[in-house]
């Protein structure tokens, strides 16, 4: 819709409410607030209006600023106790904007408003001023209680030190890129590295934009504590019981639960097996060879599950060869041997594991660096020095799906 259409008919400007359902308690622990527009029996979103980067900021301020007030005056009327999620352009934030903004929310303290109950929701990429002067903006919210999340994370470049300078409350991650194939393989890597961010920085994960099972399941999965969309509760212009998915968040769940412990499962039996197949297939070879011709005996056993092997000591240095299985046989790369490895995520780790625990170690899945296709290494401990390293064929892989999570 045009947006001088939409300034047009602000008197027929409705605030709508999403619930934010909560992983723990399974009830709504919060509403975002959005605008829409009801013309001719039809719900206009207001989101293009919003970013149009070709409409004023003055003009998107007051668009917001209605919506708060009809939606602010419902929140305290109906006396809702959950948190209201306001969605705030951080421009509203400069110097010259603060003010304002600030002034808004406070005259509704004054009226009863607990300002701990609310949480702005910003979006990280909208910001284009003084770092240090909005995040000490954002600071001084926090001391009145207001909550700060980051918005639409998950579908473009996202700058995490700036991230982290605005110490947020909560991140909201958007799963719209997940309904991309071509997209879905680097949007995993990104989920991981912001669970990684929230967890440093004390913050929440919510998960945005569910639409399907397979969206809720993967927000869950994760470690997503808050979550919304149409597919668990669609927009409404009336706030609805804090438990009216109650029921049917504890069967989704133990169903979730009961695959995960499938998954997890077959990864705990797949290490079991690899363990107990290395160790006797080692024992078995005469060992009056050098290292890498061991090594190549043992690859020609194992072929049909791996495709890559080699050697390091426990400091990381590669004892071997990589032994690569090409075209059904398995070729010496020599130049890869003396090169050090303990920079690798985790190795330092899981060579002390492997050493005090004398068995092997699954990794998690991840995208091989050479190859870039996504697989998993099995780790062994052949003595207190050397360490072998199998990295298992994306192949073996996709005929065993749940080894793909």
């Known amino acids: 819709m045009d947006p001088l259409d939409v300034m047009m008919h602000v008197d027929k400007i409705k605030p709508y409410f999403q619930a934010i359902f909560s992983a723990d308690s399974h009830e709504i622990v919060g509403y975002e607030v959005l605008g829409k527009l009801e013309m001719d029996k039809q719900l206009i979103s207001l989101g293009s209006f919003f970013h149009d980067s070709s409409v004023p900021d003055d003009f998107k301020m007051e668009m917001d600023q209605r919506i708060q007030d009809l939606a602010l005056k419902k929140y305290l009327q109906e006396s809702i106790q959950v948190p209201l999620y306001l969605n705030v352009h951080a421009n509203y934030l400069e110097t010259d904007k603060e003010d304002q903004f600030l002034n808004h929310l406070l005259s509704y303290q004054e009226e009863g408003l607990d300002l701990s109950k609310i949480v702005i929701e910003i979006t990280e990429r909208q910001f284009r001023s003084d770092i240090e002067l909005f995040t000490h903006t954002l600071k001084y919210l926090k001391t009145l209680g207001v909550k700060v999340a980051i918005d639409d994370l998950g579908t473009g470049a996202s700058n995490l030190d700036q991230i982290s300078l605005m110490e947020p409350d909560i991140l909201k991650v958007n799963l719209q890129a997940l309904q991309n194939e071509s997209m879905s393989t680097n949007y995993h890597s990104i989920i991981y590295s912001l669970s990684l961010l929230a967890r440093k920085l004390g913050a929440e994960l919510l998960f ?66 690899l363990d107990h197949q290395v160790q006797e297939k080692w024992k078995q070879i005469k060992k009056n060879r050098s290292l890498d011709e061991l090594i190549d005996i043992l690859a020609k056993e194992m072929e049909h599950i791996f495709f890559r092997i080699y050697v390091t000591d426990e400091d990381g240095f590669q004892k071997t060869v990589n032994f690569i299985h090409i075209n059904n046989e398995w070729v010496w790369d020599n130049t890869v041997k003396g090169k050090n490895w303990s920079w690798r995520p985790y190795f330092i780790e899981n060579v002390i594991r492997m050493k005090e625990e004398r068995t092997g170690i699954l990794s998690d899945l991840y995208n091989d660096i050479e190859t870039s296709e996504r697989i998993r290494t099995f780790s062994y401990p052949l003595d207190d020095s050397l360490y072998l390293f199998m990295d298992i064929s994306p192949m073996y892989l996709d005929e065993h799906q749940d080894l793909l999570w």
């Open 208 to 273: 945005d934009g569910i639409s399907s099972n397979y969206h809720f399941h993967y927000a869950w999965r994760n470690h997503g504590r808050y979550y919304q969309g149409d597919f668990l509760f669609p927009t409404s212009n009336q706030f609805v019981e804090i438990d009216v998915l109650k029921d049917r968040f504890r069967k989704d769940i133990q169903q979730f639960i009961k695959v995960e412990r499938q998954k997890l499962t077959t990864k705990f039996q797949l290490a079991t097996s």
